[in-house]
């Protein structure tokens, strides 16, 4: 089993900048890829970036460029630094991680979520 805890979120005003972080424990050697998906009130649960083992990196279009992915290994964490935030990125975030090479694929674990809220 592996554990994920998110931390970093809040609240920022519009333009601003957030940097979650997601600390990993347990039988972290069976992951490869770690990643960030959010859900906004009242919509389904959506990808937002992912990276693999080797640093390989990925990202929905409403984040790329403004929102970078990162994971130190010794430190068994993934970071997403979120910069020039915008209204519709309030959402829960949450962290996930897959036994498997595919960016986008099937979710083995997640956290329990950390809420960010950008306000106009």
């Known amino acids: 089993q592996v554990q994920l805890v998110e931390s970093g979120g809040g609240l920022v005003q519009a333009g601003g900048s957030l940097r979650l972080s997601c600390a990993a424990s347990g039988n972290i050697f069976s992951i490869n890829v770690r990643a960030w998906y959010r859900q906004a009130p009242g919509k389904q649960r959506e990808w937002v970036a992912g990276i693999d083992r080797g640093g390989f990196t990925d990202y929905a279009d409403s984040v790329k460029g403004r929102f970078t992915i990162s994971r130190d290994n010794a430190k068994n964490t993934v970071y997403l630094q979120m910069n020039t935030l915008k209204p519709e990125d309030t959402a829960v975030y949450y962290c996930?991680?897959?036994?498997?090479?595919?960016?986008?694929?099937?979710?083995?674990?997640w956290g329990k979520g950390t809420l960010v809220t950008v306000s106009s």
């Open positions: 996930a991680a897959n036994k498997g090479p595919v960016l986008r694929g099937r979710i083995d674990y």
